[in-house]
Nanobody, 121 residues
Framework: QVQLVESGGGLVQAGGSLRLSCAVS????????MGWYRQAPGKQRELVAG???????DYADPVKGRFTISRENAKNTGYLQMNSLKPEDTAVYYC???????????????WGQGTQVTVSS
């Protein structure tokens, strides 16, 4: 069974930085694509950043130039570097990975439990 765990959230002042990590563990799998989402109170979950199977990265307009998504294949870990944080970035951040299972030749989407990011003004 493949599992995903996010970490790195916390409380930071406006203008500060945080780096979120998304560690995927299990056996007989590879990460095909990965995305970071966030959900603020009373709002729908939205895509913040992601990279596709072809390696292309995409960012939501509000975070362009401030957030950077990356991955470390050897560790099956993805990262979201968040700089110049604003109070409106406050949300629970979730990682999603599209995982290919080499035993069975199928894909699944795996979600983490989320990590809280709070930006104070």
């Amino acid at each position: 069974q493949v599992q995903l765990v996010e970490s790195g959230g916390g409380l930071v002042q406006a203008g500060g930085s945080l780096r979120l990590s998304c560690a995927v563990s299990g056996s007989d799998f590879s990460i095909n694509a990965m995305g970071w989402y966030r959900q603020a109170p009373g709002k729908q979950r939205e895509l913040v950043a992601g990279f596709s199977s072809g390696g292309r990265t995409d960012y939501a307009d509000p975070v362009k130039g401030r957030f950077t998504i990356s991955r470390e294949n050897a560790k099956n870990t993805g990262y979201l570097q968040m700089n110049s944080l604003k109070p409106e970035d406050t949300a629970v951040y979730y990682c999603n990975a599209r995982v290919y299972h080499s035993r069975g030749y199928y894909y699944t989407d795996v979600w983490g439990q989320g990590t809280q990011v709070t930006v104070s003004s």
